[in-house]
């Protein structure tokens, strides 16, 4: 595939699969061997399955999510990304109790794909600001 589409598909799974919630797009664009390394998780995220379930942690804590790709360059099979997700936390997050806090997180995804398809991402957000804005950890100053 093209870098334009490669391009394309990672609009998809923001577009469709984090703002809209519907996750039969990651059955068609993430490889079965697929791996998330995400160092606010314990472990890395596996297969389509798996990225299902790390989306809905934030759909569930956060049902108004919205993600904004801010930048996207694209170098052969990897596609790097610089977002901002915003949602106001209303369910559980990660045995977190809703504050009601709305939130602004910035990060940045690094995806490599491989016949059109999702199989490595590396994940780098600010789960700091995200603590803080919640009011779990203090804000310095």
Known sequence: MSTEENKANVRRVYEEAINQGNMAVVD????????????????PVHGPEG?????????TAFPDT?????DMIAEGDTIAVRHTYRGTHKGDLMGMPPTGKQVTVTGIVIH???????????????????????GVVPTMG
């Open 51 to 59: 990225l299902k379930q790390y989306f809905m942690v934030f759909r």
């Open 28 to 43: 068609e664009l993430v490889s079965p061997d697929y791996i998330e390394h995400d160092p606010g998780f314990p472990q």
């Open 66 to 70: 919205t993600i904004t790709i801010e």
């Open 112 to 134: 490599r794909i491989a016949d059109g398809k999702f199989v490595e991402s590396w994940v780098n957000a600010d789960n700091l600001g995200l603590m803080q804005q919640l």
